[in-house]
T-cell receptor, first 116, second 115 residues
Framework: GAVVSQHPSWVICKSGTSVKIECRSL??????MFWYRQFPKQSLMLMAT?????????EQGVEKDKFLINHASLTLSTLTVTSAHPEDSSFYIC????????????FGDGTRLSIL | EDKVVQSPLSLVVHEGDTVTLNCSYE??????LLWYKQEKKAPTFLFML????IEKKSGRLSSILDKKELFSILNITATQTGDSAVYLC???????????????FGKGTHLIIQP
């Protein structure tokens, strides 16, 4: 149980384009989903938290107009990187949690984004 | 600033050895500490520790939390090559950033088990 699917797993695109990443909880309802970013040999850094049906809460230093998050249902959250630039290249990984904060987060496989 | 520090950052041992991975933290509003195993892709959940002194066990893995000294250890006994991975420690705070409750991660311990 507690499977989280993230798609796509790898994206290469040109500078200036927008990229959408999907995160789905397959066998549970995710009241809260999280988006993290991981640079090589660094730890995962929380970007934002989204609760189903409400606006995402962004961490300090994360541009909300750059990284658009939508959590329209209990099983799907999307992260759109708008007008992507090479410095946005990174490994983006989502997690999902069903219920209270006393329950663990379960992670997707991540999306490697490369902007040329 | 909230901080989670793992040690060692990397460790190479032989199959059959026992290893102890460390995680110390300095955070405000601690709620719980989690351990994850990350191989190629998604971190997979191992343990969630909220109370001090209560060991959690799953097969050859075990973990314990000391909330007075602000650290946790993850033990792996009779290691196997399949245990090779990055082990991540993360702390769940009551609040994070704008009031959300995401995880604050350490940099991980890269464990390599040699046959």
């Amino acid at each position: 149980g507690a499977v989280v699917s993230q798609h796509p797993s790898w994206v290469i695109c040109k500078s200036g384009t927008s990229v959408k990443i999907e995160c789905r909880s397959l066998d549970f309802q995710a009241t809260t989903m999280f988006w993290y970013r991981q640079f090589p040999k660094q730890s995962l850094m929380l970007m934002a938290t989204s609760n189903e049906g409400s606006k995402a809460t962004y961490e300090q230093g994360v541009e909300k107009d750059k990284f658009l998050i939508n959590h329209a249902s209990l099983t799907l959250s999307t992260l759109t990187v708008t007008s992507a630039h090479p410095e946005d290249s990174s490994f983006y990984i989502c997690s999902a949690r069903g219920g209270a904060a006393t329950r663990p987060q379960h992670f997707g496989d991540g999306t490697r984004l490369s902007i040329l | 600033e909230d901080k989670v520090v793992q040690s060692p950052l990397s460790l190479v041992v032989h199959e059959g050895d026992t290893v102890t991975l460390n995680c110390s933290y300095e955070v405000t509003n601690f709620r719980s500490l989690l351990w994850y195993k990350q191989e190629k892709k998604a971190p997979t959940f191992l343990f969630m520790l909220t109370s001090s002194g209560i060991e959690k066990k799953s097969g050859r893995l075990s973990s314990i939390l000391d909330k007075k000294e602000l650290f946790s250890i993850l033990n792996i006994t009779a290691t196997q090559t399949g245990d090779s991975a990055v082990y991540l420690c993360a702390v769940l705070l009551m609040y994070s950033g704008g009031g959300a409750d995401g995880l604050t991660f350490g940099k991980g311990t890269h464990l390599i088990i040699q046959p």
